[in-house]
């Protein structure tokens, strides 16, 4: 599967800010998927995961509360709401399918697709 991140952008600290993974080549329905993210000199880090259905969820404790991973399997495609942004969420932000729902470290992820730059300003 090719997925492709996209949203991504410039905002203020407090700001909101919605990713969406496309996937194509087949349907990601079946699969649970993963959002994680990078900075310049510093490891890819876990953010968020959505199981199949779409009826779990699980967060870095980072992100807990402000951000919301849901999916629409119908449209094949999963998305990252960030709310109440903060400048040490910039980053290049990535989508990946895990291989469980539990999964947080990237060896536990493939497909990686093409990620998005989020820049938050103080």
């Known amino acids: 599967v090719q997925l492709q991140a996209s949203g991504g952008g410039l905002v203020q600290a407090g700001g909101s800010l919605r990713l969406s993974c496309a996937a194509s080549?087949?349907?990601?329905?079946?699969?649970?998927m993963g959002w994680f993210r990078q900075t310049p000199g510093k490891v890819r880090e876990f953010v968020a995961a959505?199981?199949?259905?779409?009826?779990?969820?699980h967060y870095a404790d980072s992100v807990k509360g402000r951000f919301t991973a849901p999916r629409d399997n119908a449209k094949n495609t999963v998305y990252l709401q960030m709310n109440s942004l903060k400048p040490e969420d910039t980053a290049v932000y990535y989508c990946a399918v895990g291989v469980r729902f539990s999964a947080t470290v990237v060896d536990e992820y493939g497909d990686w697709g093409q990620g998005t730059l989020v820049t938050v300003s103080s």
């Open positions: 080549g087949r349907t990601i329905a079946s699969y649970n």
């Open positions: 959505i199981n199949w259905s779409g009826d779990s969820t």
